[in-house]
């Protein structure tokens, strides 16, 4: 499973972006999704994650009620709308799918990864 991220770019401190995750060739309703983030210097972070149904869905404390996670069937493609954005959002992002129904944000609950997408958040 080959996931491509898109959507990545540089924003103005509280600007939006909207960073999408495919996977031509595949459903993406047959996998659970995982946003995840690497800041410079720290840790990876699960930031958000969308169950297959897509009915379920969680996020981390530091991007909880900025961030609207969802799937696009239309587009066969998850959407990670980001919002009211901080420099500390600066971060390569990844998406992740697993073949589980539902996931959590811990890296090792996700089989195949995106190589990313950067985004910079200018104070």
């Known amino acids: 499973l080959r996931l491509v991220e898109s959507g990545g770019g540089s924003v103005q401190f509280g600007g939006s972006l909207r960073l999408s995750c495919a996977a031509p060739?595949?459903?993406?309703?047959?996998?659970?999704i995982g946003w995840f983030r690497r800041a410079p210097g720290k840790e990876r972070e699960g930031i958000s994650c969308?169950?297959?149904?897509?009915?379920?869905?969680e996020y981390a404390d530091s991007v909880k009620g900025r961030f609207t996670i969802s799937r696009d069937y239309a587009k066969n493609t998850v959407l990670l709308q980001m919002r009211d954005m901080k420099p500390e959002d600066t971060a390569i992002y990844y998406c992740?799918?697993?073949?589980?129904?539902?996931?959590?944000?811990?890296?090792?609950?996700?089989?195949?990864w995106g190589q990313g997408t950067q985004v910079t958040v200018a104070s």
């Open positions: 992740a799918a697993a073949t589980m129904p539902l996931t959590g944000l811990r890296a090792w609950e996700y089989d195949d």
């Open positions: 060739g595949f459903d993406l309703d047959d996998y659970a």
């Open positions: 969308i169950s297959k149904s897509g009915q379920t869905t």
